[in-house]
């Protein structure tokens, strides 16, 4: 986050790999640490205990008993799963049911806000419209309990047909971290506010922000076949790998700015310093607080922001890989010598860009979305976080 990092980027690569695996839950706790980096030197957290969280139901399109509300994750190297009552509760296989299937939906209020009790623990809240969500607990390579997360992106999944989204969090004693995300898939409109030392809300669509969004989507050829139906936008690598969204779609971009930087220099900067690069030898080689260089990336490499953009939390090379992720998805390589680029007026400009974040970027109040894995650079992300939280609201924002 702008130009934040190293923030451990670990979470990032969950975000793509949950699809009908069992898994461990998301692990956005992995990036608490990281996240409190621009704490004063001394400064001290003040989370403490339960958070109070409440779910409010705008979506002006179902009522209280039509939305269905989980709460899943890890605390302390297990599953859990969170009860009505606030508790976080071990994942069970017995819990599966006689379809096969657990059951740890949470109800809303009969009508009116609903007020929970969130302790700590970091994973996902998921919403569900209209039908139940189907989580299977199965044992995972460790003998352990675990879930198989809904994958909205993959036809052969349980929940394809179920009207779903999640927001993510991670609750522990250094604070409150979450953030709204889009990265998988783009469904239900979801905001979050959080209150403590400051009170910040993101996530909040504009009036019609979700029909926008599809709308500017089905317009351009290579993407409309992300669109499924009115209930989902599938993120466009998620497309590729389903067949869907072109192998090749950024590989004239790519060319491109590898054949510029063989003549020029590129300088990436990051809290570990700039970074200055040159193509050399086919690779894209940078030189300055250490030597980090970059095999030419896959139109998938670009939009899961993995594979030869992989950015490991080493400081270094893991900082310079996310700059240039979200380059490419934000089609700003070519346009400045200087990365990142901190003006969204600049973002998303020509034919060839990802025309997915661009849509879900523009359908959000204050520009922030989680359209891509490295979307928190120059901090555009739907991210907020609070060292001293006192309450947390998820709101279902009107379709």
Known sequence: MAPRHPRNLTRRKMMFALGGAAVAAPALGAIAPYALADQPAGKTTAAAGPLPMTVVNNSGSFDNASVHLYVVGNLDGKQVRLTPGGDAVPIAVSDNGADGFTDYAIPLAGSGATTLSLPYMSGRIYVA??????????????GAAA??????????????????????????????????????????????????????????????????????????????????????????GHGLDAGIFGKDYFAPYIDEVWST?????????????????????????????????????????????????????????????AVLGAGFNRSTLLSSTAQPTTDPAAFYQGDLTNHYAKAIHAATEDGKAYGFAFDDVADFASYVQDTAPTGFTLTLSAF
């Open 129 to 142: 419209l209209g039908q139940k969500l189907k989580f299977k607990a199965v044992t995972d390579g460790n």
């Open 147 to 236: 879930l198989q997360y809904p994958a909205g992106w993959v036809e052969s999944d349980p929940n394809y047909g179920v009207l779903h989204d999640c927001a993510e969090f991670t609750h522990n004693a250094d604070g409150m971290f979450c953030n709204t995300t889009m990265v998988d898939m783009f469904s239900v409109p979801l905001a979050i506010r959080l209150t403590g030392a400051k009170d910040q809300t993101t996530g909040t669509l504009r009036a019609g922000g979700r029909s926008a969004a599809f709308a500017a989507v089905k317009q351009v050829e290579e993407f409309a076949p992300l669109i499924v139906d009115d209930t989902r936008i599938i993120a466009p």
């Open 261 to 321: 930087y063989t003549g020029k220099d590129l300088k990436v900067t990051t809290n570990a310093g700039t970074f200055t690069g040159r193509v050399r030898g086919e690779r894209l080689t940078f030189d300055g607080p250490a030597s980090v260089s970059f095999a030419r990336p896959t139109t998938r490499d670009v939009l899961f922001c993995d594979g030869n953009l992989a950015a490991p939390n080493d400081g270094t090379t893991g900082p310079v890989a």
